[in-house]
């Protein structure tokens, strides 16, 4: 294994293990507030019960996000010095912005889990609600700095270092909206969706136990309207990616051929050898229309681009067909829970709908983890798009592959023990069956 | 780059002081904590390591965080020194951030683990051992640019790996900061904890009986390090003969950690808290000028590695308004926990009761 590619493997997995626990830190807090905020209008002790059950879960998630944030921030010097020295003041904002999102987080994060007797009711809500928006705003500051690679702007480059840097211009690119809101929404339809099935798991194999429907139910509050937005958000990010980054777009698609009316490949295997998409379903413009609107529009190909800067295309084709199927999958769980919320059904009656909701626990997160897969991967040779290759960024430090297997194995580990305690926690969750009995 | 003249950089050098003396009397006493909870002793042994647990729980999160504000204000608005740095330093850093992550999870799975004996010491054991290494990383980390050896790294080339990578921190003046900062820490935590004890005055007395063994620790090791200086940090060395701030500064430590012990040995707690504060304070300032004006000693200075002041300025801006949002908040914060300590059970009752009535102020 190459140092680089070491270098790279590390930051993946560590990418890969931290946007879990900032997921459930931007997901959660919306949940235990939202429980919270039901209690103190109907009084119901159940309720009170599940805000403090979801809140040391949350407790246990944020933590583990926390540090491994940290390490995050220190790995992108370690790993990335010649990144940093080039787009560190460039995008030092919205980092710092995000250090105190993350920062006022934390605060009201220690206030709400340990102030249950200290403060008064509406003090330790508003603490919540807090908790919930900062939770957003610092996940919204990172995607910032990564959209940024994306579509770098706010400067010009002179003998290979920026100049007239604009940090405002930088943080308002093109690509920082889309990619925000498609985080934003991964985050709750991921988060809400985990627990709306896990909670589902319980109702299936006690029917009359209360807690878990009223938890089931509050966590599709979230889930649900999330889901049904993603896909217009996607919708807008892949536009923009059309325009911004013509490679992504292309090896997403497995496009190689630039051609108008170009087709919409659905699954398949890109070979790159022979440069062609194989056993994919192919929708004849489809792929002119969801890029540019128009089914007659060219849509630029691979053979426009230098081998050279092409991405992996395999990997970031497969990687966006899983994240689009498990959108649509839980778009469409999200369209039946409406339907029959909207007839006044009781979910109870539907069996498999709540089978639907369990086997859709982990869906939000590995589309999340596609998605990232899609972005970064999608901008390689580029580390930040025409501007710096990653190969130049790269640390000189040799035996790159020690660290990397070693944050590995300390990550599985800390999964694993993650897992163990939740599971934990939720065997021990009341069973309530009649009404009020708190 | 910047004219001379910009004084932006200076203020940022500032700010970061200001971060790195908040990390140190806050997540440095958390760390402290820790290596109190691993030298746990004699039959109140359960008992310390209640206490300590308490007072570190509510807020060890939010103080882990001035450490991240250091960092990015690091590479924000000196971006060329931070890749320096993390290429130089890149194995302590590492094992410095694995000591972060076990310790925080480690802290937070003994908080929601089995409260068996055996699960929660060996959460114990994990969180304890990583308390000592982390703050003793990040001493050798500070010690290896102060004495200028991550400067002098930065301009070789095809040496081997152990002279590049290995030898500027592993030496015995840049070790010895390390014990130093990791002294530092027990020692605030320990005269934190006699106050934290409240009524119990055997738990006072074993605290107080720490705190005069770490600042032993402190004495040893502050004087070993001067004494080393002379060989391995020539540029430190020249500093502290010189009467000026930083000299003050250093006198000011010596003072601060004498009445603190006399505070100790008067068993005034309250006061030998604020005068521990003090010394730990003067100790980073004490550094901070004699190092000014170089970031990276001996041949980078603040104003020459400073991002340009469009961008400095913003920065400061954004630490503006940020403080005008953090500060009342972490008043809150530290005015709910502060006051009432050892309430961590909170956490732990399985209740499904109605809340209880706010304590009164």
Known sequence: ?438 | MNADTSILPTIIALVMAVAINGYLLLGGADFGGGVWDLLASGPRRARQRALIADSIGPVWEVNHVWLILVVVLLFSCFPSVFAIISVELHIPLTLMLIGVVLRGSAFTFRTYDAHHDDVQRRWGLVFSISSVLTPALLGICVGAIASGAVARASHLEGVSFAARFIAPWANPFVLTLGVLTLALCAFLAAVYLTYEAGEDVQLQDDFRRRAFGAAGVVFVAAFGALALSGTYAPNVRRTMGTFDVSFLLHLATGAFVVFAILALMRRSYRVARVFAAAHVSCFVWGWAFSTYPWILPPDVTFVAAAAPDAVLELILVALALGALVLAPSLVWLFRVFKRQPAAFDDLHEETTGEFHAPNPP
């Open chain 1, 1 to 438: 294994m190459s140092d680089l590619l070491a270098a790279r493997s590390q930051m993946a997995m560590s990418l890969a293990f931290h946007i879990i626990f900032a997921m459930v830190g931007i997901g959660m807090p919306v949940l235990m507030v939202l429980a919270e905020w039901r209690y103190t209008r109907t009084g119901d002790p159940l309720l009170l019960d599940l805000a403090k059950r979801w809140a040391k879960g949350t407790a246990i998630l944020f933590a583990v996000g926390a540090v491994s944030g940290t390490v995050l921030s220190f790995e992108l010097g370690l790993l990335w010095p010649g990144f940093m020295h080039f787009a560190g003041a460039i995008i030092g904002m919205p980092f710092s912005l995000e250090g105190f999102a993350f920062f006022t987080e934390a605060i009201f994060l220690s206030i709400y889990l340990y102030g249950w007797e200290r403060v008064s009711r509406r003090a330790h809500l508003v603490a919540g609600v807090l908790v919930a928006v900062s939770g957003a705003l610092s996940g919204v500051f990172v995607v910032i700095a990564n959209a940024w690679m994306n579509a770098p702007r706010g400067f010009r480059v002179v003998d290979g270092l920026p100049v007239d840097i604009d940090p405002i211009a930088a943080m308002l690119n093109p690509a920082f909206g889309p990619q925000a809101l498609h985080m934003t929404l991964a985050a709750y339809a991921g988060t809400g969706f985990a627990v709306a099935g896990i909670h589902a798991w319980f109702v299936l194999k006690q029917p009359k136990n209360r807690f878990h429907r009223h938890a089931l139910s509050l966590a599709l509050r979230m889930a649900v309207p999330a889901a049904l937005l993603q896909p217009l958000s996607g919708d807008i990010s892949a536009k923009l990616v059309a325009r911004t980054q013509p490679a992504k777009l292309a090896a997403m698609e497995g496009h190689f051929t630039t051609q108008s009316r170009a087709p919409l490949h659905i699954g398949g295997w890109p070979d790159e050898a022979t440069r062609t998409t194989r056993f994919a379903i192919s929708i004849p413009g489809g792929l002119s229309f969801l890029a540019f609107g128009d089914f007659d529009a060219e849509v630029q190909g691979l053979d426009r681009i230098p081998e050279e800067d092409w991405p992996p295309v395999a990997i970031v084709h497969v990687a966006f067909q899983v994240m689009v199927g498990l959108g649509v999958f839980l778009a469409a769980i999200s369209l039946w829970a409406a339907w029959l919320r909207w007839r006044r059904a009781d979910f109870v009656h539907h069996p498999w709908l709540l089978r639907a909701l369990v086997a859709a626990i982990p869906a939000g997160f590995i589309a999340t983890e596609a998605g990232w897969i899609v972005t970064e991967v999608g901008r390689q040779p580029w580390i930040i798009q025409g501007v710096l290759r990653t190969r130049d960024a790269v640390t000189p430090m040799p035996g790159l592959i020690v660290p990397f297997l070693f944050f590995t194995a300390l990550y599985v580990f800390l999964g694993v023990m993650v897992l163990y305690l939740l599971m934990r926690q939720m065997r021990h969750a009341p069973k309530l069956t009649s009404p009020g009995s708190g």
